[in-house]
């Protein structure tokens, strides 16, 4: 009987041996796939986060490459690079900046790009980064309608020879691409006014001014309102019905712009393409957009002329844009700071 019991649990002892020995290789095995698959998975998180990391940094690049209008920099910064050495001018344009930054309180600016666009674009983009509605004019008429008006109602067939800036598109589909760009100010214009959160409202303006072919269009029908805006003052003259704006007297003073024909011509159908706006037409923007525009003209340093505002007649409700310029010609965006 005690054999039979030994032999029993000897039986029993060296099957639980074997099964363990079969479970610990199970074991084993299901580990070192275990720590496999960890490592694999350890492996491809960490080169998804790199991937990830590298194409936001692509984007962030590319994104910045593209924006018309830089991050804010340094004011005496940005001086001290641009305007290096002895010579006469570059003291000059140091002195000019650091009186922006000691009695104007411009601490920051923001570059805009130098393309014969640089004025329109700097205006916009303060328009529509600090939430400004349409003016008053514009809430009271379709600014859809305005190229059918001036073509059929007035009988302005000429706009078909209207230029798109560096595009020196003429020709019978003009109307339909100035349509498109007054779909493209009117939509773009409202949705970012009905955005209150500035923040956000930043990164709607920045996703805008990075993207050419839409930015282009915003300025093409600014263009073609200061037209239209032209065309309405040069029949209120003639007419005689109602006193215009003196503005439109000095325009129109011009030999290169005595009608609204000459004016898009000569002046408007070059923006954006060989010219900028000059002085009267940065009055007619100030005017048509109803907003001051305050430039700081810092090669006018020391000079009744280095703070002008355009128009220079302004109601007090109107919004502020300020305006920087070394030349009249290119401009940036000073940001305040007290």
Partial sequence: GRHEVWSWKAASKESLCLMWQKVKVQL???????????????RLYSFLAQLLKRWSNYLQRKLI???????????????????KGETKQAKEMREAYEELFRSCHIKYLRQVKRDNYSVVRAVLFQIFSQGIPFPSWMKERDILKLPEKLLYSQGC?????????????????????????????????????????HEE???????LFSDESKEYKLYEAIKFIMLYEVVEAYERIKSRE?????LFSLLF?????????????????????SICLDQVELFLLGYL?????????????????FQVNYPDEYRREWNEIPLLTEDDRYYHIPLFRT
């Avoid at 939509?187 to 970012?192: F, K, L, Q």
């Avoid at 290169?256 to 002046?267: G, K, T, V, Y």
């Fill in 65 to 83: 490459r593209n924006l018309s209008v830089l991050p804010e920099v340094d004011l005496l910064g940005y001086s001290a690079r641009e305007w």
């Fill in 242 to 246: 109602e006193p215009v704006h003196n």
């Fill in 28 to 42: 084993m095995l299901s580990m070192s796939f275990l720590t496999a698959v960890f490592w694999y998975c350890r």
């Fill in 201 to 207: 409202r930043g990164n709607l303006c920045n996703t």
């Fill in 157 to 197: 067939n000429w706009i078909q020879q209207y230029s798109f800036g560096p595009e020196r598109y003429t020709g019978p589909n003009a109307f339909g691409k100035l349509r498109k760009c007054m779909e493209a100010l009117k939509t773009n214009w409202a949705e970012i006014s009905a955005t209150r959160d």
């Fill in 289 to 305: 957009l109803q907003v001051k525009i305050r430039v700081y003209r810092l090669h006018r340093f020391n000079t009744e002329e």
């Fill in 253 to 273: 003073a011009r030999d290169s712009s005595s009608d609204p024909l000459s004016f898009m011509m000569n002046h408007l159908n070059s923006i954006g393409d």
